[in-house]
């Protein structure tokens, strides 16, 4: 009886541990179901805010973008205005002049007028031209990440521009220098119907005035056609340089 009784309390003690197991298991399986679901939330979440960021940093390029697009419109429309406002000028200016001499003193015929006007004209253009390049030479240098190879051949194109703009200096000179002496034959003919008297100065003033031109012609001449030589070969580089730049903007996208 002892005997049965001796066993029946060892098997209650084995059940009564049996279950005590069972529940540290129970309770073990629960924390490690818990840890799984905290992970996997915690990677949801990491993922997620991984995903914000993506958005957030792709919106910031799109709006410097188009940041970087308004800029460059606004400098174009800015050039566009200023060559407007220069032939603007350039046309009150030929007419201010043309209702002050009467139509009578002015002694360029139509011709020369349009010669003139063709001058300044061409200079606002040349003008317009090198400003819009050097722009665009800009641009290239403001993105955000530029190649060796890409840089070097920014600063070559920056190099060419410098050579345009010397260019257009000379055609410059020539249109200004084309138009001011043909004011001051206006003004030599406009003193000399109001002073008679001084006709022979004005006379030895405009043979010293046509030598002085002449050899300014001359050499106005000379660098013309080298800088338009040079210009032909800069437009080509430069063209070239502008069309592997976007080639290879294009295979890093």
């Known amino acids: 009886m002892r005997v049965r009784s001796a066993e029946g309390h060892q098997l209650l003690e084995r059940e009564a541990f049996m279950m005590e197991i069972d529940r540290d298991l129970a309770v073990e399986k629960e924390e490690v179901k818990k840890g799984l679901s905290d992970a996997n939330a915690l990677k949801e979440a990491q993922e997620e805010t991984a995903k914000d960021l993506a958005e957030q940093e ?17 400098q174009e429309e800015q050039l566009l205005l200023s060559a407007e406002m220069a032939a603007r000028d350039r046309r009150t200016l030929l007419q201010e002049i043309k209702e002050e001499e009467g139509g009578g003193l002015y002694w360029l015929d139509e011709t020369q007028r349009k ?25 290239v240098m403001a993105l955000d990440s530029l190649s060796p190879q890409m840089r070097q051949q920014a600063l070559r194109l920056k190099e060419q521009l410098r050579v345009a703009v010397a260019d257009l200096e000379v055609h410059v000179h020539a249109a200004i220098e084309a138009f001011t002496a043909e004011l001051w034959a206006v003004k030599a003919e406009r003193k000399l119907l109001i002073e008679p008297a001084a006709k022979e100065a004005l006379k030895r003033g405009i043979q010293d005035e046509w030598a002085a031109q002449e050899h300014h012609q001359r050499r106005i001449a000379a660098m013309q056609a080298a800088a338009r030589e040079t210009l032909a070969t800069s437009r080509r580089e430069i063209t070239k340089e502008e069309l592997l730049l976007c080639k290879q903007q294009q295979e890093k996208r």
């Not at 010669?115 to 641009?139: F, I, P, W």
């Open 58 to 74: 792709e919106a910031i390029k799109l709006l410097r973008e188009q940041l970087r697009k308004k800029n460059a419109a606004l």
């Open 115 to 139: 010669e003139a006007g063709a001058a300044l004209s061409k200079m606002a253009l040349l003008e317009t031209e090198v400003r819009s390049r050097y722009n665009t030479l800009l641009r």
